[in-house]
């Protein structure tokens, strides 16, 4: 038995708007990584990798895994492989974009609190595709941080 819920969703409209107006208010981009060879630039003589597509750039907000549950794979011996440890960070975007998929890149190109600027140049992999749901105030797509470089 299908029961319709129409008030619900002007209930979450506001929630909707609070979230827009007071969690997602620094910039995040998020690219699909070019696809393909490099290809030789003979004016230059360098290899150029295939052009990023950009997906979105506007507001949002990166959240850090806060609870036990949010840090996954344990290394089992049974497996062919070791199992990487992966920091289950959540990218909150507006509901008025479409998902993203598995692989595209995120990074954060503006921050509103200056102390947080160390956030600026970081990046994370989308772990799977933007999640779905019959009810949402924010989309969440899950990441995982890229290591940074060895030093």
């Known amino acids: 038995m299908t029961i319709p819920l129409p008030g619900l969703d002007r209930a979450l409209a506001g929630v909707v708007r609070w979230i827009d107006k007071h969690l997602l208010v620094d910039t995040v981009r998020i690219v699909l990584p070019g696809a393909g060879e490099p ?23 990166v959240i850090r895994p806060t609870a036990q549950g949010d840090l996954v794979s344990i290394p089992d011996s049974q497996l062919p492989w070791t199992g990487n440890i ?51 105030a924010v989309r969440i797509t899950g990441l995982d941080q890229n290591p940074g470089p060895t030093p």
């Open 39 to 61: 290809v030789l630039n003979p004016a230059t003589g360098e290899l150029e990798h295939p052009a990023d597509t950009v997906l979105y750039e506007g507001p949002g907000a």
């Open 86 to 136: 992966r920091s289950r960070y959540r990218l909150l975007t507006p509901l008025d974009h479409p998902g993203f998929p598995k692989d595209a890149q995120a990074t954060i190109t503006a921050v509103h609190n200056p102390a947080n600027a160390d956030l600026l140049g970081r990046s994370w992999i989308c772990s799977d595709a933007t999640d779905a749901a019959t009810v949402q």
